[in-house]
Nanobody, 126 residues
Framework: QVQLVESGGGLVQAGGSLRLSCAAS????????MGWFRQAPGKERDVVAA????????YYADSVKGRFTISRDNAKNTVYLQMNILKPEDTAVYYC???????????????????WGQGTQVTVSS
């Protein structure tokens, strides 16, 4: 069973950048597809980006395309979310998630993931 710990959140002005990291332990990281989700107060947890176990395929929500980049380093057991040109509407708690699956499939919904981190707060001021 994999454990996930996010880091890198914080307060940033609109137009700024942050890089989130999610460190995995306790499992064979390279066997897991990974995703980043976010949840704002009173809203559902929505997918931001997803990546296959190999890193060969990625998915982005329309709201972050061209601004966010998901990547992974299987040697470091870490997945990243580089967030550029941040907007106040990006404010949320960001979660990373893992799902066992060495396939080309991208997992895009929260219900498809079995393992979750504790979340990291991202606040973008206007």
């Amino acid at each position: 069973q994999v454990q996930l710990v996010e880091s890198g959140g914080g307060l940033v002005q609109a137009g700024g950048s942050l890089r989130l990291s999610c460190a995995a332990s306790g499992g064979m990281f390279r066997s897991y597809a990974m995703g980043w989700f976010r949840q704002a107060p009173g809203k559902e947890r929505d997918v931001v980006a997803a990546i296959t176990w190999s890193g060969g395929s990625t998915y982005y929500a329309d709201s972050v395309k061209g601004r966010f980049t998901i990547s992974r380093d299987n040697a470091k057991n870490t997945v990243y979310l580089q967030m550029n040109i941040l907007k106040p509407e990006d404010t949320a708690v960001y979660y990373c998630a893992a799902e066992l699956g060495r396939s080309p499939r991208l997992f895009r919904s929260a219900g498809e993931y079995d393992y979750w981190g504790q979340g990291t707060q991202v606040t973008v001021s206007s």
